[in-house]
């Protein structure tokens, strides 16, 4: 008898389509500009090739990790998204219903639909929230106390939107929030002199144009929260992140949305594990679809990867719970596939080159003294393989493994 739910993400894209409104669609699925790097985030990752080993006894997959403290049951988070009641009535209410279903962790934007605090009232599984620093500092730190007091356990402040991209699909659509839809975690802005509606461009009051690495210093002394800069595609901003006081760094490109052109996240996710050496957890996201992409980013350094459309396909297909567990069914498929043991210690060296090409005997010996990473480890069985990609500074992105022709 044929299937009658999804098999895989893909088919929910197209069950949603057909549910969301052509405003909602387009905010959702479109990029910056042509959407070059948008389809690049999703050709690079396939191209990208995996080298399986075998024999290597795969009946045991484990896909747990610990993550910034946190124990989670697989290394697939949700990312940041806004505006999620275009796509479902209850909006982020039922993404978070979902994720807690799971166990999936889930980043809650600052422009959602729905406030911290109603979110953190369903939440069954950790929660991160997103921050876009606001011009108004004090009320930045307002919100960011808002979320440590509501149990939140890391702050993510978005690095790659000093303004929006250039989304011509939500301009062509005049995207806007329909009547009594609002933007409650900015609630109170407008009486700073800030009007909360959403513009454009350089324009849009939510986000600061000025932010540097000060400020990020400044979010890391304010809060008690692990912060997690997102956004970052050069590896010398990982390293600067660091610097500056970051716990964790996140390889992204916000989903091909705003500056087009630049690499797709896989392509500069190995040059960015070099530089990270080990010293924090990597997150990735852009593309993210299936368990082998999962396991293609933890091979090339990511502790973990966000995805953010396809929740919101299953959010707009209003079948959110079954498309999380199928996430972690194909993690299991691609981890055996692939045939590591088990996911295990990442060693606490810097990455060598030849990392992922020791053979069965190899074994993971090291451990972090705060964070445990799941990680194709030495024992590791998979070889990832790039061709030609255009990497950060537009040179092949070097890696063990990876052959440039
Ligand atoms: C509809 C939509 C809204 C988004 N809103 C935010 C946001 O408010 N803050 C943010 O940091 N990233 C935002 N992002 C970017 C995601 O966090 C993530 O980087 C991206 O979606 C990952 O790529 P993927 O959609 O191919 O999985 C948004 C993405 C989408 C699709």
Same mark, same amino acid.
């Given at each position: 008898?044929?299937?009658?739910?999804?098999?895989?993400?893909?088919?929910?894209?197209?069950?949603? $389509?057909?549910?969301?409104?052509?405003?909602?669609?387009?905010?959702?699925?479109?990029?910056?500009?042509?959407?070059?790097?948008?389809?690049? /985030?999703?050709?690079?990752?396939?191209?990208?090739?995996?080298?399986?080993?075998?024999?290597?006894?795969?009946?045991?997959?484990?896909?747990?990790?610990?993550?910034?403290?946190?124990?989670?049951?697989?290394?697939?988070?949700?990312?940041?998204?806004?505006?999620?009641?275009?796509?479902?009535?209850?909006?982020?209410?039922?993404?978070?219903?979902?994720?807690?279903?799971?166990?999936?962790?889930?980043?809650?934007?600052?422009?959602?639909?729905?406030?911290?605090?109603?979110?953190?009232?369903?939440?069954?599984?950790?929660?991160?929230?997103?921050?876009?620093?606001?011009?108004?500092?004090?009320?930045?730190?307002?919100?960011?106390? $808002?979320?440590?007091?509501?149990?939140?356990?890391?702050?993510?402040?978005?690095?790659?939107?000093?303004?929006?991209?250039?989304?011509?699909?939500?301009?062509?659509?005049?995207?806007?929030?329909?009547?009594?839809?609002?933007?409650? /975690?900015?609630?109170?802005?407008?009486?700073?002199?800030?009007?909360?509606?959403?513009?454009?461009?350089?324009?849009?009051?939510?986000?600061?144009?000025?932010?540097?690495?000060?400020?990020?210093?400044?979010?890391?002394?304010?809060?008690?929260?692990?912060?997690?800069?997102?956004?970052?595609?050069?590896?010398?901003?990982?390293?600067?992140?660091?610097?500056?006081?970051?716990?964790? &760094?996140?390889?992204? /490109?916000?989903?091909? $949305?705003?500056?087009?052109?630049?690499?797709?996240?896989?392509?500069?996710?190995?040059?960015?594990?070099?530089? &990270?050496?080990?010293?924090?957890?990597?997150?990735?996201?852009?593309?993210?679809?299936?368990?082998?992409?999962?396991?293609?980013?933890?091979?090339?350094?990511?502790?973990?990867?966000?995805?953010?459309?396809?929740?919101?396909?299953?959010?707009?297909?209003?079948?959110?719970?079954?498309?999380?567990?199928?996430?972690?069914?194909?993690?299991?498929?691609? $981890?055996?596939?692939?045939?590591?043991?088990?996911?295990?210690?990442?060693?606490?060296?810097?990455?060598?080159?030849?990392?992922?090409?020791?053979?069965?005997?190899?074994?993971?010996?090291?451990?972090?003294?705060?964070?445990?990473?799941?990680?194709?480890?030495?024992?590791?069985? &998979?070889?990832?393989?790039?061709?030609?990609?255009?990497?950060?500074?537009?040179?092949?992105?070097?890696?063990?493994?990876?052959?440039?022709?």
């Amino acid at each position: 008898m044929a299937a009658t739910l999804p098999v895989n993400l893909h088919e929910y894209e197209q069950l949603a $389509r057909a549910a969301m409104s052509e405003m909602a669609w387009d905010y959702m699925a479109g990029g910056g500009g042509d959407e070059v790097t948008l389809r690049w /985030n999703r050709e690079r990752l396939d191209a990208t090739r995996l080298l399986p080993r075998v024999l290597r006894d795969v009946g045991t997959v484990d896909t747990r990790l610990t993550l910034l403290g946190l124990p989670l049951p697989f290394p697939v988070l949700l990312a940041p998204t806004g505006f999620q009641r275009l796509f479902h009535p209850e909006g982020e209410l039922a993404t978070a219903r979902g994720a807690g279903a799971t166990g999936a962790l889930y980043t809650l934007s600052t422009p959602a639909t729905t406030s911290l605090e109603d979110v953190a009232r369903v939440a069954k599984a950790p929660l991160w929230f997103q921050l876009y620093v606001q011009r108004d500092r004090e009320f930045t730190l307002e919100l960011v106390k $808002r979320a440590e007091a509501h149990g939140y356990r890391a702050i993510v402040l978005t690095a790659d939107t000093p303004v929006l991209g250039a989304r011509d699909r939500e301009q062509r659509r005049q995207l806007e929030l329909p009547p009594g839809m609002e933007l409650p /975690n900015l609630r109170g802005l407008a009486g700073r002199g800030d009007e909360p509606t959403f513009q454009h461009g350089s324009r849009n009051p939510f986000l600061d144009p000025s932010l540097t690495w000060k400020d990020v210093d400044w979010l890391a002394r304010s809060t008690k929260l692990p912060v997690v800069v997102k956004g970052v595609l050069h590896p010398d901003d990982a390293r600067l992140a660091l610097e500056h006081g970051a716990a964790a &760094v996140g390889v992204s /490109n916000h989903g091909g $949305r705003n500056l087009d052109t630049v690499p797709a996240t896989i392509d500069a996710l190995p040059a960015i594990a070099d530089a &990270v050496a080990g010293r924090a957890p990597i997150l990735f996201d852009g593309g993210v679809r299936r368990g082998v992409d999962v396991v293609k980013a933890l091979a090339l350094g990511a502790a973990a990867v966000m995805i953010g459309r396809p929740y919101l396909w299953g959010l707009g297909a209003a079948l959110r719970h079954r498309h999380l567990q199928l996430g972690h069914e194909q993690l299991h498929h691609a $981890r055996a596939g692939a045939a590591p043991r088990a996911l295990s210690t990442r060693p606490a060296e810097a990455p060598r080159r030849d990392h992922w090409r020791l053979g069965p005997g190899a074994r993971s010996h090291h451990r972090y003294s705060d964070f445990n990473l799941p990680h194709v480890s030495r024992a590791a069985a &998979v070889t990832p393989q790039s061709f030609g990609a255009p990497g950060v500074g537009a040179q092949p992105v070097p890696f063990g493994g990876v052959v440039p022709v």
